[in-house]
């Protein structure tokens, strides 16, 4: 599985998994998860796009954000 996946994915994964081990965490509340998406230094620059969905590996009809 982590042969497939995309630089920025695996950058994504050390990021979490240290945050994980530095603050002896073994999951991440979504506040925490958008802190190391921030300290990666994402910003949100773009309007957001309807999140699409994904069933089994094939991707579907997107949601409209709320």
């Known amino acids: 599985m982590l042969d497939a996946l995309t ?3 695996l950058q994504f994964i050390k990021a979490i998994e240290k945050y994980k ?9 979504w506040t ?3 802190k ?9 620059v773009a ?3 309807a999140i699409p969905v ?3 590996g ?4 997107p949601v409209a954000e709320t």
């Open 36 to 44: 190391v998406i921030n300290a990666m230094g994402y910003r949100r």
């Open 58 to 61: 094939r991707v579907g009809q």
């Open 21 to 29: 081990k530095i603050n002896n965490k073994h999951f991440l509340s």
């Open 54 to 56: 994904t069933t089994r």
């Open 47 to 49: 309007k957001p796009e």
């Open 32 to 34: 925490e998860v958008l």
């Open 7 to 9: 630089p920025e994915e």
